[in-house]
Every structure is written in C-alpha cells, then in structure tokens.
T-cell receptor, first 112, second 112 residues
Framework: DVKVTQSSRYLVKRTGEKVFLECVQD?????MFWYRQDPGLGLRLIYF???????EKGDIPEGYSVSREKKERFSLILESASTNQTSMYLC???????????FGPGTRLLVL | DAKTTQPPSMDCAEGRAANLPCNHS???????VYWYRQIHSQGPQYIIH???NNETNEMASLIITEDRKSSTLILPHATLRDTAVYYC?????????????FGQGTRLTINP
C-alpha cells in the first residue's frame, strides 16, 4: 500500500511566522502535489513537482514556496503566515502518468 | 474533465448496501470514472475507478451504464466508518499527474 505521511495533523502558528509543512511518500513516486481545501472551495492546487528539484506553480501559489531535494519528500513553505492561509493542507502523490492520486492525512493549520 | 452530478446527501442503514449515483452525461470515450471519499478531517481516499466494465475491489463495486452516462458506487455492507463525503470524478487516465478537481460530492451518513 502507498503510504503518504504529513509532518503534523494540527498546527497553530502566529501571523508572520515561517511555516514548514512536510510530506513524505514511500513508493518512489515521481509526482507530488500540495493542495489546500476550504469549505465551499473544494481542492485547490498550490504547487506540484514532477521530479527532484523540479517544481511548478499551481492555481494559487502566492504566499507559498516548495522544496523537493529528495524524491520522497516535498515540503510546502509559508514564508510569512497570514490568517487567510488558515486551511486544511493536503499532500498527494502519483506515479508518472498513472491515474490514481494518493493523499496524506492532511494538516489542519490555524494562523492566529 | 467532464462534469459530474451527485446528490448532496444520502442516508443508509448499517449493514445494508449503500448505492451512490453519479451522472456524467458528457463523458468522452477516453475518460475514466473515479471515486474518492473523504472522512471528516482526513485526506481523500481513493476507492475505485473504471472505464466501461463493472469493477470490484475490496472496498466497493462500480457499475457503469452501457452508455457510460451514469454510474453507481456500491458499498455492499455499509458500516459506520463508511460515513464520509464521496466524490465522483471523470478524467482521462493519462492525466493522473494533473490536479484533481472535486465537485461537491455526496455526504453519505450510515445510521446504526
């Protein structure tokens, strides 16, 4: 079974803090994604990566950056957290162009 | 991706079969039907997918009509842990590395 883990289930940060969210997968998948999910807005893609050191902007990259130094690890960085970044953050992974995305458990971030 | 229509909510008694419908009348020939579910405060979980033949796995069965304009996800013996929001998505398989877009889904409640 594919295993996708995220560093925290719940996180509380203050406005202006730098926040790191980490995602690790154990299946050697090439593609990894960061989404955020908000009530009424569904899933929105922040960034994705097709390979180590490669990254592509998704639909809402503003205020975020990412890092992929190793194939199994994809980090989402909030450079200066703001209250409108309070959300559920979901990491997903998929092998090449196969069809199924596998998600981590999610990190619920609250920015005060 | 083709648009899907699902009922906003459904109820089912524990131990009975839960049948979740999905309409996708504009589906094209190379688009698959995927089902995911999301239990409260967790990441989405892949359930099953199919092209035109009925499919079954350890979690569920997928019945696709002959004209492919609709499908039904069947949970044969629903348990309380199956309470979740169920999402039906249609997409081209080779777009597995593209972002997932969830609609509103069906909120399934399993009652004891």
């Amino acid at each position: 079974d594919v295993k996708v883990t995220q560093s925290s289930r719940y996180l509380v940060k203050r406005t202006g803090e730098k926040v790191f969210l980490e995602c690790v997968q154990d299946m050697d998948h090439e593609n990894m994604f960061w989404y955020r999910q908000d009530p009424g807005l569904g899933l929105r893609l922040i960034y994705f990566s097709y390979d180590v050191k490669m990254k592509e902007k998704g639909d809402i990259p503003e205020g975020y950056s990412v890092s992929r130094e190793k194939k199994e690890r994809f980090s989402l960085i909030l450079e200066s957290a703001s209250t409108n970044q309070t959300s559920m953050y979901l990491c997903a992974t998929v092998q090449g162009h196969k069809e199924t995305q596998y998600f981590g458990p999610g990190t619920r971030l609250l920015v005060l | 991706d083709a648009k899907t229509t699902q009922p906003p909510s459904m109820d089912c008694a524990e131990g009975r079969a839960a049948n979740l419908p999905c309409n996708h009348s504009t589906i094209s020939g190379n688009e698959y039907v995927y089902w995911y579910r999301q239990i409260h405060s967790q990441g989405p979980q892949y359930i099953i997918h199919g092209l035109k033949n009925n499919e079954t796995n350890e979690m569920a069965s997928l019945i696709i009509t002959e004209d492919r304009k609709s499908s039904t996800l069947i949970l044969p013996h629903a348990t309380l842990r199956d309470t979740a929001v169920y999402y039906c998505i249609v997409r081209v398989a080779s777009q597995g590395a593209q972002k997932l877009v969830f609609g509103q889904g069906t909120r399934l409640t399993i009652n004891p």
